[in-house]
């Protein structure tokens, strides 16, 4: 069975520094690998896949993430913290085997504070 | 706009009634997926479909719950004698054909279902 663990809850970081958003996967074959935002009443919304290839994903607003084989994770990352950022972040994860349905982590909130 | 539209957006029913939500996906996605996300979860998947036929419904919790996709674009979801731990938004969500799994989704906005 897929499964996907944000072990934070709320992460608080202070505008300018670099934050960083944990993401662990668990699947029986290869891994795809999402992250998507949620801003208040809108929809989820892409920020960036692993699929295969190079390990360092960039993606939407200068986020980009680390897929790491070993630790089995997907930590998502952004070099400097804008206010604008804050909001709540979802890794989810496939397996490449088979059309299995994508399996979304609980969320973690990101607070960027002035 | 061109995105995933859902209606209605907010839906206030009683206990035991019928509701049908819609979803309007992107033009040209084979693909469509319903989930349910409760208050502090991640989406849970329901169902999907590829083209007019459900390919996945593992996710329904039971059989109150039924989707259809007639024409292969817009779906509807439908719960029946709905209760009140039905309350949820219900997510909508298009993309690209199935693909192995590779193609990132486009969601909709969303229904909030909320069961008196």
């Known amino acids: 069975a897929q499964s996907v663990a944000q072990p934070e809850d709320q992460v608080n970081v202070a505008e300018g520094n670099p934050l960083t958003v944990k993401c662990t996967y668990s699947v029986s074959g290869n891994p795809y690998l999402f992250w998507y935002v949620q801003y208040p009443n809108r929809g989820l919304q892409f920020l960036l896949k692993y699929i295969t290839g190079d390990n360092l994903v960039k993606g939407s607003y200068g986020f980009e993430a680390e897929f790491n084989k070993s630790q089995t994770s997907f930590h998502l990352k952004k070099p400097s913290a804008l206010v604008s950022d804050s909001a709540l972040y979802f890794c989810?994860?496939?397996?490449?085997?088979?059309?299995?349905?994508?399996?979304f982590g609980k969320g973690t909130r990101l607070s960027v504070i002035a | 706009g061109a995105g995933v539209s859902q209606t209605p957006s907010n839906k206030v029913t009683e206990k035991g009634k019928y509701v049908e939500l819609r979803c309007d996906p992107i033009?040209?996605?084979?693909?469509l997926y319903w989930y349910r996300q409760s208050l502090g979860q991640g989406p849970e998947f329901l169902i999907y479909?590829?083209?007019?036929?459900?390919?996945?419904d593992s996710g329904l919790p039971n059989d109150r719950f039924f989707a259809v996709r007639p024409e292969g674009s817009v779906s509807t979801l439908k719960i029946q004698r709905t209760e009140r731990g039905d309350s949820a938004v219900y997510l909508c969500a298009s993309s690209l054909t199935i693909a192995g799994g590779r193609n990132e989704q486009f969601f909709g906005p969303g229904t909030r279902l909320t069961v008196l």
């Open positions: 479909f590829q083209g007019t036929g459900a390919a996945d």
């Open positions: 989810a994860v496939r397996d490449i085997r088979g059309n299995t349905p994508l399996v």
């Open positions: 033009s040209g996605h084979t693909a």
